[in-house]
Protein backbone atom coordinates (compact mmCIF):
# COMPACT_ATOMS: atom_id res chain seq x y z
CA UNK A 1 0.00 0.00 0.00
CA UNK A 2 1.31 3.80 -0.79
CA UNK A 3 1.25 6.74 0.88
CA UNK A 4 0.85 10.23 0.26
CA UNK A 5 3.93 11.98 0.21
CA UNK A 6 4.26 13.80 3.15
CA UNK A 7 2.21 11.19 5.36
CA UNK A 8 3.97 9.73 8.22
CA UNK A 9 2.74 6.05 9.05
CA UNK A 10 2.82 5.04 12.73
CA UNK A 11 3.84 1.46 11.84
CA UNK A 12 7.24 0.82 12.01
CA UNK A 13 9.27 -2.44 11.30
CA UNK A 14 9.42 -4.92 14.15
CA UNK A 15 11.32 -7.94 13.35
CA UNK A 16 9.97 -11.46 14.61
CA UNK A 17 13.12 -12.34 16.25
CA UNK A 18 15.98 -10.87 16.84
CA UNK A 19 19.56 -12.17 15.55
CA UNK A 20 21.64 -14.69 17.10
CA UNK A 21 24.82 -12.79 18.67
CA UNK A 22 26.63 -15.28 16.23
CA UNK A 23 25.20 -14.11 13.11
CA UNK A 24 25.82 -10.37 14.40
CA UNK A 25 29.48 -11.42 14.82
CA UNK A 26 29.30 -12.90 11.19
CA UNK A 27 28.24 -10.18 9.83
CA UNK A 28 30.22 -7.73 11.25
CA UNK A 29 33.19 -9.87 10.65
CA UNK A 30 32.77 -11.03 7.29
CA UNK A 31 31.75 -7.73 5.92
CA UNK A 32 35.06 -5.71 5.88
CA UNK A 33 36.84 -9.19 5.34
CA UNK A 34 35.44 -9.12 2.02
CA UNK A 35 36.05 -6.01 1.66
CA UNK A 36 39.84 -7.03 2.34
CA UNK A 37 39.80 -9.98 0.17
CA UNK A 38 38.48 -7.81 -3.07
CA UNK A 39 41.27 -5.19 -2.51
CA UNK A 40 43.96 -7.67 -2.46
CA UNK A 41 42.55 -9.65 -5.49
CA UNK A 42 42.07 -6.62 -7.01
CA UNK A 43 46.04 -5.30 -5.98
CA UNK A 44 47.45 -8.42 -7.30
CA UNK A 45 46.17 -8.69 -10.83
CA UNK A 46 46.43 -5.49 -11.72
CA UNK A 47 48.89 -3.69 -9.78
CA UNK A 48 51.06 -2.32 -12.58
CA UNK A 49 49.19 0.54 -13.78
CA UNK A 50 48.70 4.21 -11.82
CA UNK A 51 45.12 3.97 -12.36
CA UNK A 52 44.31 1.44 -10.07
CA UNK A 53 45.76 2.71 -7.68
CA UNK A 54 43.51 5.72 -7.30
CA UNK A 55 40.85 3.00 -7.78
CA UNK A 56 42.38 1.06 -5.15
CA UNK A 57 42.43 4.31 -2.87
CA UNK A 58 39.03 4.66 -3.54
CA UNK A 59 37.84 1.41 -3.16
CA UNK A 60 39.53 1.58 0.52
CA UNK A 61 38.16 5.11 1.73
CA UNK A 62 34.54 3.19 0.85
CA UNK A 63 35.32 0.43 2.91
CA UNK A 64 36.66 2.46 5.94
CA UNK A 65 33.47 4.19 5.23
CA UNK A 66 31.02 0.83 5.08
CA UNK A 67 33.36 -0.08 8.55
CA UNK A 68 31.88 2.97 10.40
CA UNK A 69 28.69 2.66 9.24
CA UNK A 70 28.34 -0.79 10.67
CA UNK A 71 29.60 -0.42 13.79
CA UNK A 72 27.08 2.92 14.09
CA UNK A 73 24.64 0.77 12.72
CA UNK A 74 24.99 -2.38 15.39
CA UNK A 75 25.70 0.12 18.20
CA UNK A 76 22.16 1.88 17.21
CA UNK A 77 20.81 -1.41 17.08
CA UNK A 78 21.72 -2.79 20.52
CA UNK A 79 20.50 0.32 22.12
CA UNK A 80 17.40 -0.11 20.28
CA UNK A 81 17.22 -3.78 21.76
CA UNK A 82 18.00 -2.61 24.88
CA UNK A 83 15.12 0.06 24.93
CA UNK A 84 12.97 -2.39 23.45
CA UNK A 85 13.13 -4.65 26.85
CA UNK A 86 12.84 -2.33 29.64
CA UNK A 87 8.69 -2.51 30.45
Not at 14 to 26: E, H, N
Not at 42 to 70: D, H, K, M, P, T
Not at 74 to 81: A, D, F, G, Q, T
Amino acid sequence: MTQAPGSESSDQFTPLRTASPGRRALVLVLGPLLWLVALVVVGAVVSRYRAVEFGLIVALIAFALSLVVSLVARRRRLHEERDADVP
